[in-house]
């Protein structure tokens, strides 16, 4: 699921005042889609309700009604951003799941608790809009009819049913009801604005709070390639570069006494072969630290079990995923679990590991034990390399990271990520 972010500033809200024109005007808008759009909206509800044991065509009417009626919502969203400035989101997009049907995918954007705030918030709005409107016309109505009393004639004036004035009092009984009327049309606009403050808008904490979210998430993601553009440096340096160089250098030489000394230039050769090979070895080991082929084309649990098939130490893998992660959250799981196993290996001192992967509420969980010494943590002010690396890369992925290490063991590791 994804949310378009409003194209307003959460600080930019106007004062109440300010929204009373715009607010009065919008609570009459109310009132026309409540004696039209709302019932029309009813009668359809009826008649599929009524319909339905038909054949059951009344649901093929229901389900139109509410697909209709999401139209409606994303109106209404528009609505309360141009009138009050409100930072409301737009409805959210559903992507297509792999393997989901047509009315898998027609129906995922209804059956959602956005979907039913938004429709309990249009029911209210025409609530309100039919109630509000039909007092303030009727105060309106009544208010004019009483300045237009002295003109007319007429010897009394009714302003409530059995409630009779004098003529000359109706000019100012009629004003009063004018104002009670701006006075009921404007506390109107105030409980309009503060439905869709209450039920559609994203508060101003909770967006400063996802604004610092996402800077951290840069951030640890800026520091985590910065770390990845390094290790590459430092294996191109340190490994395969040596040895292509070595390799040059040997082939040279070979070259040289290939006329004067055919066997010391075959020796040579044969140890520019190896060390070719070498470098071979030590440049598709870097490829596979960079994205290893295996995750692309045959997912996570490949990739993984790959993993654990290199590793010195016996590990058990687990992939419980009812469809592929996103690329980005597979490559965030694969290298955890590869920085995660290569500390194992390196440090831990155990003689089995198991990695479980999961998929529960929107959230892809990784667990990675072992039965080792513990005392792994991350010391603040290092590198982005071992536990400090993995850590960056699951902040860059928006994501949490629990580690379990008491000295004597076991450790364990929680990675969670976002992947709604």
């Known amino acids: 699921m994804t949310t378009t972010a409003p194209p307003v500033r959460p600080a930019a809200h106007r004062g109440l005042l300010s929204d009373a024109l715009p607010g009065m005007a919008n609570v009459m808008v109310s009132f026309a889609l409540a004696l039209t759009w709302g019932i029309a909206m009813v009668i359809a509800i009826g008649v599929g309700v009524g319909l339905v044991p038909v054949f059951g065509i009344g649901l093929a009417v229901l389900f139109g009604v509410l697909w209709l009626a999401r139209l409606a919502f994303a109106a209404e969203r528009r609505r309360a951003r141009a009138v009050y400035d409100l930072p409301v989101p737009d409805l959210s997009t559903w992507p297509t799941r792999p393997g989901e049907n047509a009315l898998g995918r027609a129906w995922r954007p209804i059956w959602n608790g956005e979907y039913w705030r938004s429709f309990a918030h249009h029911v209210l709005k025409l609530l309100l809009g039919l109630t509000g409107g039909s007092i303030v016309l009727w105060l309106a109505t009544t208010g004019v009819a009483g300045l237009t009393v002295p003109g007319t004639g007429a010897v009394s004036f009714e302003v409530l049913p059995g409630a009779l004035i004098l003529p000359s009092w109706a000019p100012g009984v009629g004003a009063a009801f004018l104002l009670l009327a701006l006075a009921v049309l404007w506390g109107a606009a105030l409980i309009d604005r503060a439905l869709d403050a209450a039920l559609l808008s994203v508060p101003a904490e909770q967006l400063q709070r996802r604004v610092l979210a996402l800077e951290d998430a840069r951030e640890g993601a800026e520091r985590a390639a910065a770390a990845e553009r390094a290790r590459i440096e430092r294996d191109l340096h340190d490994g395969a570069q040596p040895r292509l160089v070595n390799l040059a250098m040997t082939l040279g030489m070979a070259r040289s006494k290939l006329d004067t000394d055919p066997e010391a230039a ?88 198991e990695v479980v992967v999961t998929r529960d509420a929107g959230r892809a969980r990784v667990v990675v034990f072992d039965n080792g010494t513990g005392g792994a943590h991350i010391t603040p002010g290092t590198d982005s390399t071992g536990l400090a690396g993995l850590a960056e890369r699951v902040r860059a992925a928006q994501g949490t990271l629990t580690i379990s290490s008491p000295v004597g063991g076991p450790t364990l590791i929680t990675v969670e990520l976002p992947c709604a």
Do not use: C, W
Request: hydrophobic share 50%.
């Open 266 to 353: 075959r020796a040579m050769i044969d140890e520019a072969h190896s060390e070719a090979k070498a470098a071979v070895n030590d440049l598709r080991q870097l490829a596979r630290g960079i994205h290893p082929a295996v995750l692309t084309d045959r997912g996570l649990d490949a990739a993984l079990s790959a993993l654990a098939a290199a590793s010195p130490i016996p590990v058990r893998v687990r992939v419980d995923l009812a469809e592929r992660l996103p690329r980005t959250l597979e490559s965030t799981a694969y290298f955890v679990v590869a920085e995660a196993l290569t500390n194992v290996a390196k440090h831990s001192r155990a003689t089995h590991a």
